[in-house]
């Protein structure tokens, strides 16, 4: 019997049991009052029409992809390798120049989760990166973003998205560091919503007695968190018409990027992409292609091998366009695809799911026992009337950290920061040792505050300068 005073909560509880839930209410009568209002709170927030649906989804499963992919090969922006593509290079990077000291830019991070995969206890951003000074993730793009002020004299907003398990402590961490030297009131932080995952018998999971388990909607719902926030229309109040959008994990982008917005903008594009070549067929990562026109991008893990290898007439790889995760996206475009609802489609994923043994204990499962999901940004493009995509320098601009150790991890990324570095200094005519595979031997680390690109370090370095195993340049 569940025991209930207020009106309000029954007429809840009793639709909750109506739609075939009522097991959350199992430990009800043990809950302390504050329990209830945070169990309660949770069960008011579910949107139960969309749990259907996803009920459903789950309910039809089945095997991806049994046929090859139909698609072409995206139309790209190659690097520049003759004269004639570096003066068009240019010439875009000058119409960035100009589209962002107009203030027409702002940037949108995503960084939802949590450290927990790389063992670290708090949010992503808060993971220390900086091959010697040990600066988080956040200090490191927030210097490019003030870096990109000073240089441009322009505020340049800057929208960071977390969700319901990281949102207090990165709060907490962006105040404690006076927000990296940037304006107050040109940060804005805020919430994604957060969606329930479900059991094998499409059922809600409580991994606490007082906690249904509940993750981020995905990327994709940073579009709707810009909505909601009010993140759009503070953009349109400064005249912000291009949202520069990236994730926490990789500090080596380029988040405010003149070539990109030049190309951008002399396309009329209504969002663009970053591209790099797959360094192999196998190489987990999405990659960009082309349906009646319209453009895509496909998970590595909807591709089958045949897919991954899959090449052209001249033998070259037919998916080989990767997405890095870095876009541009018109705030008029981003605000026609969620002002009249949230229509991007959830994709399923089969996942262990913390949980409730019979006792009450939470455990972790040894195999996936569940269901999440989550939306993905890509899905707008298939909406796209106008759309550009770039190839940019892996080792310029790629080396997220999303692994313990190997590749894509905080080891790999501090490699990949001194190499990228490494070779400003020998621009500059500094004596940078290497090991036979090309890696520099030892740490090198330049602030953005200190030099924004290669030119500016070679104009600012000392000549006299000697690297020692390790070097960290920054603002004097």
């Known amino acids: 019997m569940i025991r209930v005073e207020r009106a309000k909560d029954r007429i809840l509880i009793e639709k909750v049991v109506r739609e075939g839930q009522g097991h959350v209410f199992r430990w009800w009568n043990e809950l302390s009052e504050p329990s209830r209002r945070k169990l309660l709170g949770q069960l008011e927030s579910i949107d139960f029409k969309l749990l259907h649906t996803l009920q459903e989804q789950c309910s039809r499963i089945v095997k991806k992809n049994e046929g090859p992919l139909i698609m072409d090969p995206p139309e790209v922006i190659s690097l520049p390798r003759t004269e004639d593509e570096m003066r068009m290079q240019e010439k875009a990077k000058e119409i960035g120049e100009k589209v962002i000291r107009a203030g027409r830019v702002a940037a949108f991070l995503v960084a939802g989760g949590q450290g927990t995969r790389l063992g670290f206890k708090g949010p992503k951003g808060c993971f220390p990166v900086g091959p010697v000074t040990g600066k988080s993730l956040y200090q490191m793009l927030a210097e490019?973003?003030?870096?990109?002020?000073?240089?441009?004299?322009i505020a340049i907003p800057w929208y960071v998205m977390t969700s319901a398990t990281n949102h207090e402590e990165t709060s907490r961490y962006f105040k404690k560091h006076a927000f990296f030297g940037l304006q107050k009131k040109d940060v804005s932080i805020f919430q994604q919503r957060m969606i329930p995952a479900l059991d094998e018998n499409g059922k809600l999971v409580l991994d606490e007695k007082d906690h249904i388990f509940m993750n981020p909607n995905g990327h994709g719902g940073s579009l709707l968190a810009l909505l909601e926030s009010g993140a759009l229309d503070d953009m349109k109040r400064r005249g912000v018409d291009v949202i520069s959008y990236f994730q926490?994990?990789?500090?080596?982008?380029?988040?405010?990027?003149?070539?990109?917005?030049?190309?951008?903008?002399?396309?009329?594009?209504?969002?663009?992409s970053k591209m790099v070549r797959k360094k192999d067929p196998m190489e987990k990562m999405g990659v960009f292609g082309q349906k009646g026109g319209k453009l895509k991008v496909i998970e590595y893990s909807d591709m089958t091998t045949e897919d991954m290898e899959a090449r052209r007439k001249d033998g070259s790889l037919k998916y080989e366009a990767g997405s890095i995760a870095t876009h541009l996206i018109n705030v008029a475009f981003a605000e026609r695809e969620v002002r009249g609802?949230?229509?991007?489609?959830?994709?399923?994923?089969?996942?262990?799911?913390?949980?409730?043994?019979?006792?009450?204990?939470?455990?972790i499962p040894q195999k996936p026992n569940g269901y999440k999901f989550e939306t993905f940004i890509f899905d707008i493009m298939s909406d796209l009337d106008r759309w550009m995509i770039m190839e940019v320098d892996r080792a310029e601009e790629v080396s997220p950290i999303k692994n313990p150790e190997g590749e894509a991890s905080p080891e790999s990324a501090r490699k990949a920061i001194s190499n990228f570095y490494g070779q400003w200094l020998e621009a500059a005519g500094i004596f940078v040792?290497?090991?036979?595979?090309?890696?520099?031997?030892?740490?090198?680390?330049?602030?953005?505050?200190?030099?924004?690109?290669?030119?500016?370090?070679?104009?600012?370095?000392?000549s006299h300068l000697r690297f020692d195993g390790s070097l960290y340049l920054g603002p004097v």
Request: positive net charge; hydrophobic residues 35%; glycine residues 6%.
């Open 144 to 153: 490019k973003i003030l870096a990109a002020r000073q240089a441009y004299g």
């Open 341 to 363: 609802g949230f229509t991007l489609p959830y994709h399923v994923a089969h996942k262990k799911i913390p949980c409730l043994n019979e006792k009450g204990e939470r455990i």
């Open 433 to 462: 040792p290497r090991d036979a595979q090309g890696n520099v031997k030892g740490l090198i680390e330049i602030s953005p505050l200190f030099a924004m690109d290669k030119p500016s370090l070679i104009k600012k370095v000392d």
């Open 248 to 272: 926490v994990d990789n500090p080596l982008n380029k988040i405010i990027d003149p070539i990109f917005i030049g190309y951008h903008e002399e396309r009329r594009s209504d969002m663009s």
